[in-house]
């Protein structure tokens, strides 16, 4: 079965995260990616431990760079940028976070490098784009912080709080692709590839949805509300006998089964609450009524006894107990990729027809440089 990358060659200049999650995504769809890496160093996450897998490496990096293939070349080397230009001419793609005008200085900018092969799709990741912004350096936890995630996550009284992942890096990431895969559809109806660039404070306000809409609309920045929903209620999180239990009714008639599940159904008929308007109104009055009756059992019981009730309801957990749920109900969650190296979480999509390739292990640093330098010196 062909992968839908397939004969698809990806020049990977970047480093870090968002760029090697794009390209990471590519290479289980089944595209090539040649990893583009400085000598002896390599991508700086090599070095960000611990935790160090049992192969030696940083889980960090494991994380976004599995079936690659690894080359360290030297760009202030004139022979080492041939080899690179040489790579880039030969390429479909080329991914690339560096500051802007430093692969033009080198002869890989776009304009430079399209002259040779107008196929290309050339994806530029920032942090504010190449304008006015282009000299600030893009690193998630500062974009978190001025692109008014922080603004909106914690507790109320609290400090403003990044989130617990690099999810800006990680929605970027994501966006590249989308990007790539849409300018290589575009490339197979006029042959010419374009320029794709994706800024990591434009694809965290693109992930604000209703919470930059409501800003727009009103005209007053939303404000941090801890585990509440600002339009929702109930939809948070609730205090059971011995932990938390998450609640998402998005509907009265959820809202009903919740009431009669948690042996309150009179509350679904309160006119404090017989609307989600009201609802929201009367919170803290909702929530002390509802805490109240599942300090009665456990969160766990009150998620069985809920979800066989319709009510869309979960026990908080920890990763761990999320792995171990998903790979309960059959969503096959993690992948192995062989040689001494930890089980990685699968691509996210499955397919009916095509099918992502069988993933291998992240390269140690520059372990295909023999074959990748014979294969760029060979005339075409």
Request: proline share 6%.
């Amino acid at each position: 079965m062909t992968a839908p990358l397939e004969g698809i060659l990806v020049a990977d200049f970047s480093r870090v995260l968002a760029g090697p999650m794009a390209t990471s995504m590519l290479a289980d769809l089944g595209a090539t990616v040649v990893k583009v890496e400085r000598p002896g160093v390599g991508d700086d996450t090599r070095h960000w431990g611990p935790p160090w897998t049992a192969a030696g490496t940083a889980s960090y990096f494991e994380s976004a760079n599995r079936t690659k293939r690894s080359v360290t070349l030297d760009l202030r080397d004139e022979g080492d940028l041939a080899l690179a230009r040489r790579l880039v001419r030969r390429a479909d793609v080329l991914v690339e976070n560096f500051r802007a005008g430093t692969l033009d200085r080198l002869g890989l900018g776009y304009d430079a490098v399209t002259a040779d092969n107008p196929r290309l799709v050339y994806c530029s990741i920032t942090g504010f784009g190449s304008g006015a912004g282009a000299a600030l350096p893009g690193y998630d936890f500062v974009v978190q912080a001025v692109g008014g995630l922080m603004s909106i996550t914690g507790d109320p009284d609290g400090e403003p709080t990044k989130a617990g992942v690099a999810l800006v890096d990680v929605l970027t990431g994501k966006d590249a692709v989308i990007g790539i895969l849409a300018a290589l559809a575009e490339r197979e109806r006029s042959g010419r590839g374009q320029r794709v660039e994706v800024a990591l404070l434009s694809s965290l306000l693109g992930s604000l949805v209703n919470q930059a809409t409501s800003c727009l609309t009103t005209g007053e920045a939303p404000r941090r509300m801890g585990n509440q929903h600002p339009s929702i209620a109930p939809y948070e999180t609730l205090r059971c006998a011995d932990g938390m239990l998450a609640v998402a009714c998005g509907n009265d008639g959820q809202f009903a089964r919740l009431c009669t599940g948690v042996g309150r159904p009179e509350l679904a008929e309160d006119p404090r609450f017989a609307t989600n308007a009201n609802r929201v109104a009367h919170r803290a009055d909702l929530v002390t009524a509802l805490e109240d009756a599942l300090s009665a059992d456990t969160a766990a019981a009150w998620q069985e006894r809920l979800s066989d009730a319709d009510v869309p309801v979960g026990e908080v957990g920890d990763i761990g107990t999320a792995i171990a749920r998903a790979r309960a109900l059959g969503l096959e969650p993690t992948v192995d990729v062989g040689g001494g190296h930890p089980p990685q979480v699968r691509h996210p999509v499955t397919y009916s027809v095509t099918t992502p390739v069988p993933p291998a292990a992240p390269p140690a640093l520059g372990e295909h440089d023999d074959e990748i330098r014979r294969w760029l010196a060979e005339d075409t």
